[in-house]
């Protein structure tokens, strides 16, 4: 039904997100761009400082819509992956740093590939080379700049994430 005032371009957005979200309530991710939340903080996932060198810290912070919290996700080949609007950069460890407990995810020109998997109402990412590693919210923070780090998958709200399509 079409609504009086409504253009048909916003209609048909609306109908996009509609399809997306619906999608996404079955565990299913749909390629796009996203903003990811941390359901514990409900704070954003944002490549700090727009910074666009390889090893450039991932972290939490204030909701501000900045194209530096907005996520294009894509299939790929295992799983996703996941790259920075604004920097271009992708979600992954940075070069010479070992996968274990407390490594920051970073920002960094080549991808890792990710699992993301439906938990409740919330969503995993775990690494598709090392599903024991899930991305987690250091400390369970709750300021601007806490750390996005890889941790042992463990199930808890630390590694609940929130997807919501631009």
């Known amino acids: 039904m079409r609504v009086l005032n409504q ?59 900045a194209e530096n919290q907005k996520w294009i996700i894509q299939a790929a080949a295992n799983g996703y992956i996941i790259r920075n609007l604004a920097t271009d950069t992708y979600l992954s460890l940075a070069d010479g740093v070992e996968l274990a407990p407390f490594a920051p995810v970073t920002g960094n020109p080549q991808p890792a590939e990710w699992n993301i998997f439906r938990e409740g109402p919330y969503f995993t990412f775990r690494l598709a080379s090392n599903e024991n590693f899930a991305m987690d919210l250091k400390a369970a923070g709750f300021n601007n700049n806490n750390p996005i780090i890889f941790y042992n998958y463990h199930k808890g709200v630390t590694q609940q994430w929130i997807l919501a399509p631009v």
């Open 7 to 65: 253009s048909p371009y916003a209609l048909h957005r609306a109908t996009i997100k509609d399809f997306v979200q619906e999608a996404l309530e079955q565990g299913v991710v749909p390629p796009g761009v996203y903003w990811i939340r941390s359901a514990l903080s409900r704070m954003a996932v944002d490549m700090q400082g727009f910074g666009t060198d390889p090893g450039t810290p991932v972290i939490n912070y204030e909701v501000n819509q």
